[in-house]
C-alpha cells in the first residue's frame, strides 16, 4: 500500500511515524514527492493543491486531516467516483470541546466586559451567576458539536443544540430544521456554530438570525469562514442585537490585514487555532479504514457528498 | 435570637430571607439600623465599619461573608473573646474553581497570545497542546483550593498543589512548606493563589519566588491583593520571566485610576469577581451555625486567630 501525504499546516514526519507504527509496510510518500503516480492507493490531506488529486489514476480513498471536507469538496477537479473520508479524532474532538468551553465560560464571567473596562480603567462588578444561568446554543451536533454539548452539559451549563435532522442526547435540548430555529434561538446567552459547511449552511449566521437571538447575545464561530455574513455580524455589533463575537476561521485564511475584524472592539480573533488532529490518536482513524480498504471492507466515516459533509 | 447583617457588597433582604427560611424567629437587623445594641446576639458581615462589632456588648459569634477573613482579623477593635466563622458556600467554592479554570484555559490555549497578536494584525498559529502538557500550581489547599485543584485535574491537567501543612488530595502532587517551594515552582505552566492572607504569606508572590517559575509561566491571583509585590509582578513581566498575568484582588480595591495594572498589555484586570457567596446556598452554612450557638453546640468553620485563616 502506498499513501501520499500533502498538508502545508501537518507534520510529515509525525504522521508518517505514528501510520508505519500501525502498519509496518505501508508506504508513505511525502508531497511533492510522489515517485510513480500510477502506485498511490490512497491519500491523506488537508488543502491539498488542485489537481494533485485528479492526477493519480490508481487513488482509491482520500482521507482528510481535518473534520471539515468543504474546501476539499470545492475542488473542481475532484474524481468523482473516489470515496473521501473525514477526520475523526479524539484529540481533535476534545481540543474543539475545550475551545468552545473556553469561549463559553469567558462569556459566562463576563471577561469581554471587564476587558471592555480596563481599557476605561473602570472598576464594575458584575455578580457572577451559575452555570445554568447562562443558556448555550450550539448548531451542528456531529462529532464536534455534539461533544461540545456533553463537555458544556458536564459543566453546568443549560444545553440546546439544533441540526438540520432531529438528534438525541441526553440533557440537551434538541431542535431540528428551520421549523424549529426560532424556538431554539429565542433564549440563548451564547450561540456556538460547529456546522458543516454546505450550500444549505453557507451564510447561515446573518442579519435575520440574529434578529432572532435575545439582545446582547455573544456568538462563537468555530466551524468555517463561510457560514458567516460579515457585513451583518458588524450591523449587529453595531446595533447591540450581539455584544460580542469570537472568530476562529474566516472566508480567507490568513483573515488580510487591514480587514474591519482585526480592530473592532468587540470582536475576538484567533487564527483557525481551536483544534488540529494530532498525529498520535488521529493515524488509528486512518490505519484502520487503510486496513478496510487493504481487505476490501466499508471505509469508516465517509463523506456523502450530496449533503455535503 | 438577633444577628445584625453589615455589608457594602451583599443584599441585605435576599439575605434575611434566605436566613429566615430556615429560622423562622431569627430577628435580622441591617446596619446601620441596630435598635438595642445589647440585643444582638451575632453578626453576619462583609468588611464592616471598624469599631462597629466592638460596640456590640452581647455578641457571641461573627460570621463572615466571605471565604477570607483577613480584613475582619485587621480591625484592631474586633473584641478578642469572640468566635469568628469562615464562609463555605458551594456556590461560592463552584465559582472561583470555574473562575480558575476559566483563566487557566485561557493560558492553556494561548488567548493572550492571540490577543496581543491581534493588536497588530497577526495571523500566527500555535497549535493546541493537549491539557495534560499543562502543569497548573495551586498556592492554597484549602475549601477553595481543593476544589480548584479537583476541576482542572477532571478537566485533564496536570495539577500540583502546595501548602503549609501537607494536603493529600488523589491525583494531585501535593507540596508542603517553604522546603518544597522550589520543586512545587519548577515546572509550572501557570501558577494559581487560593492563599488565605496572613503574615506568613503577605508578600509571597515575590521576585524570588517569580525566579524559581520556568521563563514564561503565567500568573493568577484570586487569593488577595497583599500576596503580591506589585513592583515585583511589574519587574517579572519586563524581564520576561513572567509572560501574564491575571489579577482579580488587588492591594487597593477599586485598583486606584492611573494604577500602572491597568493599562499593562500583559495584565488582565478583573475588580474582585472571582467569587461571592449566593444568598440561597450561603445561608445555609450561616443557618446551621446559629442552631448550634442557640443549642450551645460547637461551631463549624471556626477561624484559628493564631494562624490567621
Same mark, same amino acid.
Given at each position: 500500500m502506498v499513501l501520499v501525504f500533502a498538508s502545508p499546516d501537518d507534520d510529515p514526519v509525525a504522521w508518517t511515524h505514528a501510520l508505519r507504527k500501525r502498519i509496518p509496510d505501508l508506504e508513505v510518500r511525502v508531497f511533492p514527492e510522489l515517485g510513480d =503516480?500510477?502506485?498511490i492507493d490512497a491519500a491523506l490531506v488537508w488543502l491539498p493543491p488542485p489537481g494533485l488529486l485528479a492526477s493519480l489514476p490508481a487513488l482509491r480513498a482520500v482521507f482528510s486531516l481535518g473534520a471539515g471536507v468543504d474546501r476539499l469538496l470545492a475542488d473542481p477537479?475532484?474524481?468523482?467516483?473516489? =470515496? #473521501?473520508? %473525514?477526520?475523526?479524532?479524539? $484529540? @481533535?474532538?476534545? $481540543?474543539?470541546?475545550e475551545f468552545a468551553l473556553l469561549h463559553v465560560l469567558r462569556y459566562h464571567r463576563d471577561l469581554d466586559v471587564y476587558e471592555a473596562q480596563q481599557q476605561r480603567s473602570e472598576w464594575r462588578l458584575l455578580l457572577p451567576k451559575p452555570a445554568e444561568a447562562t443558556v448555550v446554543? #450550539?448548531?451542528g451536533l456531529g462529532e464536534l458539536g455534539g461533544a461540545t454539548a456533553r463537555l458544556l452539559l458536564a459543566h453546568g451549563f443549560t444545553v440546546k443544540g439544533w441540526s *438540520?435532522? *432531529?438528534k438525541a442526547i441526553d440533557g440537551i435540548g434538541c431542535f431540528a430544521g428551520e421549523a424549529e430555529l426560532d424556538a431554539f434561538l429565542a433564549d440563548l446567552s451564547v450561540l456556538v456554530c460547529l456546522l458543516p459547511l454546505t450550500p444549505e449552511t453557507r451564510g447561515i449566521l446573518n442579519g435575520d438570525l440574529f434578529a432572532r437571538l435575545p439582545e446582547g447575545a455573544r456568538l462563537v464561530n468555530l466551524a468555517r469562514g463561510g457560514h458567516l455574513v460579515e457585513e451583518d455580524l458588524l450591523a449587529a455589533l453595531e446595533s447591540g442585537r450581539l455584544a460580542h463575537a469570537t472568530l476562529d476561521v474566516f472566508v480567507q485564511e490568513p483573515l488580510p490585514k487591514g480587514h474591519p475584524f482585526w480592530r473592532h472592539p468587540r470582536i475576538t #480573533?484567533? =487564527?483557525?487555532a481551536a483544534s488540529y488532529s494530532l498525529p498520535e490518536s488521529g493515524a488509528e482513524t486512518v490505519a484502520e479504514n487503510l486496513r478496510r480498504l487493504r481487505d476490501g471492507r =466499508? @471505509?469508516?466515516? @465517509?463523506?456523502? *457528498?450530496? %449533503?455535503g459533509y
Open positions: =503516480p500510477r502506485e477537479t475532484l474524481p468523482v467516483e473516489v =470515496p #473521501i473520508c %473525514r477526520m475523526v479524532d479524539p $484529540s @481533535l474532538t476534545r $481540543s474543539m470541546a446554543g #450550539i448548531m *438540520r435532522h *432531529r #480573533i484567533t =487564527p483557525h =466499508p @471505509l469508516l466515516h @465517509l463523506v456523502d *457528498r450530496g %449533503r
